[in-house]
């Protein structure tokens, strides 16, 4: 038989103290204070030089949280995201890490996954943590959540969309001008009939933008020429019952249009082809236009499964965002500055931080047309 003993694991060491560094130093835990908080030039060349050897000699770390409270200082910021599995979101963040190191802040990251309640729970903890302020990358949060950090002396910079009644700081894409270059793209090579296919935008300012600088353009073009149309799908990837039938309407009007067959060709055009756009006997050429990558993603998936490998040439697309697929599939996009965009927003939030008093301010920047295959003529 065998038997166990009951070990005791080792204790772990014990940490040093801002103490232990004064005695080791031969100096005052005053001074060891004034060396950690950078106030060098208060101590002499000798001084500093024990210290730095105590410092090493006992490895010691300084708790920064407790330093930090001790000053009303903790150098955390808070960051919440609706959707990490959005890329634009990890784009954005990347900006944000980069502008955390350079400015010696540290970024709590809290991931809501399109969870208002969420979104609600994680500012509420935020303020419990103390943080300096906080960037807001949210589905559905209303200014009556955000009001224990916008206006209770948190300072708060939005990201990409607007929080409505509340007065804050917003960087992001300029949205109207995007939709319009990318509307404007796709009537110059010729596309008769175009979809913008966005998520559901009753609550998120930055889809409202999208849609209504498309049908603004399309309706500047259609009073123009005559010919052009444009048609506002709305696709919520939440939901696959409303996915399903946002795809079934969608399939009824490319074949109204382009003709029933799987084959037919959205820019050759072929005489008698059923359901001509044009009404010059070939089919119109079509182009869906998509708000952001996870509804471009959607598309092409059902796009290839309904009218397989060749589905491009039945019908273009078209994207704000630029995700890596994007460039192996053709697929002509817009792509953010998504990394200045996480960057200059951290960099509102640390003047917010160290005391700035401006006015709110909105900082556009502009999305870059990268032309492929899918919208050639």
Request: hydrophobic share 40%; charged share 20%; proline share 4%.
């Given at each position: 038989?065998?038997?166990?003993s009951?070990r005791?694991?080792?204790?772990?060491?014990r940490?040093?103290?801002?103490?232990d560094?004064?005695?080791?130093?031969?100096t005052?835990?005053?001074?060891?204070?004034?060396?950690?908080?950078?106030e060098?030039?208060?101590?002499?060349p000798?001084?500093?030089?024990?210290i730095?050897?105590?410092i090493?000699?006992?490895?010691?770390?300084?708790?920064q949280m407790?330093?930090g409270?001790?000053?009303?200082r903790?150098?955390?910021?808070?960051?919440?995201?609706a959707?990490?599995a959005?890329?634009?979101?990890?784009?954005v963040?990347?900006?944000?890490e980069a502008?955390?190191?350079?400015?010696?802040?540290?970024p709590?990251?809290?991931?809501a996954?399109n969870?208002?309640e969420?979104?609600?729970?994680f500012?509420q903890?935020?303020?419990?943590?103390?943080?300096?302020?906080v960037?807001?990358?949210?589905?559905?949060?209303r200014e009556?959540?955000l009001?224990?950090?916008?206006?209770?002396?948190?300072?708060?910079v939005?990201?990409?969309?607007r929080?409505?009644?509340?007065?804050?700081?917003m960087?992001?894409?300029?949205?109207?001008?995007?939709?319009?270059l990318?509307?404007?793209?796709?009537?110059?090579?010729?596309?008769?009939q175009?979809w913008?296919v966005v998520?559901?935008?009753?609550?998120?300012s930055?889809?409202q933008?999208r849609v209504?600088?498309f049908?603004r353009?399309?309706?500047?073009?259609?009073?123009?020429?005559?010919?052009?149309r444009?048609h506002?799908?709305?696709?919520?990837?939440?939901?696959?019952?409303?996915?399903?039938?946002?795809?079934?309407?969608?399939?009824?009007?490319?074949?109204?249009v382009?003709g029933?067959a799987?084959?037919?060709?959205?820019g050759?055009?072929?005489?008698?082809?059923?359901?001509?756009g044009?009404?010059?006997g070939?089919?119109?050429?079509?182009?869906?236009?998509a708000?952001?990558?996870?509804v471009?993603?959607c598309l092409?998936?059902?796009?290839?499964?309904?009218?397989?490998?060749?589905?491009?040439?039945?019908?273009a697309?078209?994207?704000?965002?630029?995700?890596d697929w994007?460039?192996?599939?053709?697929?002509?996009?817009?792509?953010?500055?998504?990394?200045?965009i996480g960057?200059?927003?951290?960099?509102f939030?640390?003047?917010r931080?160290?005391?700035?008093?401006?006015g709110?301010?909105?900082?556009?920047?502009a999305?870059?047309?990268?032309?492929r295959?899918?919208?050639?003529?």
């Open positions: 038989m065998s038997t166990t009951a005791t694991p080792p204790a772990a060491p940490r040093a103290t801002i103490t560094v004064a005695r080791e130093a031969g005052g835990k005053t001074s060891i204070s004034r060396y950690l908080n950078g060098i030039s208060a101590l002499s000798d001084l500093r030089a024990r730095e050897a105590a090493a000699r006992l490895d010691y770390q300084p708790n407790a330093r409270l001790k000053r009303g903790n150098r955390l910021i808070g960051m919440l995201v959707d990490l959005n890329p634009y979101s990890v784009e963040l990347q900006g944000v502008a955390c190191h350079a400015l010696g802040l540290m709590l990251i809290c991931h996954a969870e208002v969420m979104e609600r729970r500012l903890l935020l303020t419990t943590y103390r943080v300096e302020g960037i807001v990358n949210a589905l559905g949060v009556e959540t009001r224990p950090v916008g206006g209770g002396g948190i300072p708060a939005l990201v990409d969309r929080v409505e009644g509340l007065v804050a700081d960087v992001g894409l300029d949205n109207g001008a995007a939709a319009e990318g509307t404007r793209h796709l009537l110059e090579q010729g596309f008769e175009i913008f998520q559901p935008f009753e609550q998120v930055s889809r933008l209504q600088a049908e353009t399309m309706h500047a073009h259609g009073g123009a020429a005559g010919r052009s444009g506002t799908l709305v696709l919520n990837l939440a939901e696959a019952a409303d996915v399903e039938r946002s795809l079934a309407e969608l399939d009824r009007a490319l074949a109204a382009c029933g799987r084959d037919t060709l959205a050759s055009g072929r005489p008698g082809a059923e359901g001509t044009t009404g010059t070939t089919p119109a050429r079509v182009a869906l236009f708000a952001n990558a996870p471009a993603l092409a998936l059902h796009l290839k499964a309904r009218y397989g490998a060749h589905w491009q040439t039945r019908v697309l078209l994207s704000i965002d630029d995700p994007a460039e192996l599939a053709g697929i002509t996009t817009i792509r953010q500055p998504t990394c200045e960057y200059r927003a951290v960099q939030l640390h003047e931080i160290e005391g700035a008093q401006t709110a301010r909105d900082c556009l920047l999305g870059e047309l990268i032309v295959a899918s919208t050639s003529r």
